[in-house]
């Protein structure tokens, strides 16, 4: 819905240039900086520190070889997660 009310809004934000060629410049520049600041007021968000990355506070999981494993029994001998040491 904000996209189509944004949709028509442009063309007639744009016509405002007519008056003075900063105004719609300063309104396209204001909205998201206005957007971006709301966000902080945002529940999820509100008093807490954000992830510096994607690791949702996972350690990456260890990797250790298979030596328990042969060819005779029908599993591959390889790289399998450690889950033991979890």
Do not use: W
Not at 37 to 43: A, H, S, Y
């Amino acid at each position: 819905m904000s996209a189509r009310v944004a949709g028509i809004l442009a063309p007639l934000v744009r016509l405002l240039g007519q008056y003075h060629r900063a105004i719609p410049m300063a309104i396209f520049g204001s909205a998201p900086v206005l957007g971006g600041l709301l966000c902080l007021l945002l529940p999820e968000t509100c008093g807490s520190d954000l992830a510096d990355d994607t690791g949702d506070g996972h350690p990456p999981p260890q990797v250790c070889e298979n030596a328990t494993s042969g060819s005779q029994n029908g599993q591959m001998k390889g790289k399998v997660p450690c889950t033991h040491l979890i």
